[in-house]
């Protein structure tokens, strides 16, 4: 059974920062690339920022110099660490993992107000 569970969202005011988690299980983590995508209300679901196997890394321009993300294959885990947030990057942001599927988490709500 595939698991893709989110975790670390919340509220913060401009300027804070955030990491996210996701750990997710019933695929071969080490063999499938990870992204994060996120979410504002009314909008589509966009590609935030995304990570090969080989460690290759790769964001939207809007997060660039930002945001990071990183991978423990040991832990089955991908981060996103989120440094100087902005209102707009107020989302529900999701977990992708993508080995001869699309695999999904939950989403975890993140918002940026003063």
């Known amino acids: 059974q595939v698991q893709v569970v989110e975790s670390g969202g919340g509220l913060v005011q401009p300027g804070e920062s955030l990491r996210l988690s996701c750990v997710a299980s019933?695929?071969?983590?080490?063999?499938?690339?990870m992204s994060w995508y996120r979410q504002a209300p009314g909008k589509e679901r966009v590609l935030v920022a995304s990570?090969?196997?080989?460690?290759?890394?790769n964001y939207s321009d809007s997060v660039k110099g930002r945001f990071t993300i990183s991978r423990d294959n040991a832990k089955n885990t991908v981060y996103l660490q989120m440094n100087s947030l902005k209102p707009e990057d107020t989302a529900v942001y999701y977990c992708?993992?993508?080995?001869?599927?699309?695999?999904w988490g939950q989403g975890t709500q993140v918002t940026v107000s003063s």
């Open positions: 019933g695929f071969t983590f080490s063999r499938a690339a």
């Open positions: 990570i090969t196997v080989s460690g290759i890394k």
């Open positions: 992708n993992g993508r080995h001869m599927k699309n695999y």
